[in-house]
């Protein structure tokens, strides 16, 4: 299992759609005892908050947020966790709306050390 993700700060490693999360959003993880949460912003996201669980490598959480435009919207997302040759850590994750159509893939990599 890789490491703990707890005061780790993630980054998109692309672009989503306008309204989402992307290049300029920045993810402040926490762990504990199985448990997952993250506070982000940036981008078109003015706050966001995550909320979940973790097995092994594996993590499940539900997701809201808040943009610009000032709609809010919320989904699902499972991820998985790796570790990238250099010793940071990366979020392959499937998430889901659910307060709107659409899903899809992304992934959210340690932001560098140092």
Same mark, same amino acid.
Request: with cysteine; proline share 4%.
């Given at each position: 299992?890789? +490491? /703990? @993700?707890?005061?780790?700060?993630?980054?998109?490693?692309?672009? #989503?759609?306008?309204g #989402?999360? %992307? =290049? #300029?959003?920045?993810?402040? !993880?926490?762990?504990?005892?199985? +448990?997952?949460?993250?506070? !982000?912003?940036? %981008?078109?996201?003015? +706050?966001? !908050?995550?909320? *979940?669980? =973790?097995? &092994?490598?594996?993590?499940?959480f =539900? !997701?809201?947020?808040l943009?610009?435009? &000032?709609?809010?919207a919320?989904?699902?997302c499972? /991820? =998985?966790? $790796?570790? @990238?040759?250099? %010793?940071? @850590?990366?979020?392959?994750?499937?998430? $889901?709306?659910? /307060?709107?159509? *659409?899903? &899809?893939? /992304?992934?959210?990599? #340690?932001?560098? @050390? &140092?």
């Amino acid at each position: 299992m890789a +490491r /703990s @993700l707890d005061d780790l700060v993630f980054v998109p490693v692309a672009d #989503q759609a306008p309204g #989402q999360v %992307g =290049r #300029q959003t920045r993810f402040a !993880y926490h762990e504990e005892d199985g +448990r997952v949460w993250a506070e !982000y912003a940036g %981008g078109d996201v003015v +706050r966001g !908050y995550l909320v *979940g669980t =973790r097995a &092994g490598d594996g993590i499940d959480f =539900r !997701y809201v947020q808040l943009r610009l435009d &000032g709609t809010t919207a919320s989904g699902h997302c499972t /991820s =998985r966790v $790796t570790e @990238l040759p250099d %010793g940071r @850590l990366r979020l392959e994750e499937t998430w $889901t709306w659910e /307060s709107q159509e *659409g899903s &899809g893939t /992304s992934v959210v990599e #340690q932001l560098p @050390l &140092g």
